[in-house]
């Protein structure tokens, strides 16, 4: 399960609750007026006490935003996170401000390849859906 022995894995359960859901609205992720995603289509990760994170599909996020970075670190309940720096179009860089599981746990396995972002360094919205 982990490339480090030393790494704890554990498994979600009653103390410590993971849940996983598909998002039916598509999202919006920019910063500031620059677009990485006019829609993108996400899962709701709610983990135990932390804020729900959206993970959204890496192939809707521009590739020219991306850059991968040197930093990781490990969640016992997901497995090891890759991190990306954005770059935006005037240059500006936003270090580590998304992540990505690449090889998530079983029990995850949805995440996988997919990003997520910190709220405070990039905006992701829900947007409304016309009713037929």
Known sequence: ????????????????????????????????????????????????????????????IAPRFLQRSMHTSWCPYKGKASYFHIRLKDGTVL?????SYEGPFAHVAAIKDRLAFYPDKVSVELLQTACA
């Open 1 to 60: 399960m982990t490339d480090n022995p030393d790494r704890p894995v554990l498994q979600p359960g009653i103390d410590h609750p993971l849940e996983l859901r598909e998002i039916d609205q598509p999202v919006r992720i920019s910063i500031g007026q620059e677009r990485l995603a006019a829609r993108a289509e996400a899962l709701e990760l709610r983990e135990h006490v932390y804020p729900p994170v959206l993970y959204v599909r890496r192939i809707d």
């Open 95 to 99: 270090e580590n401000a998304a992540w």
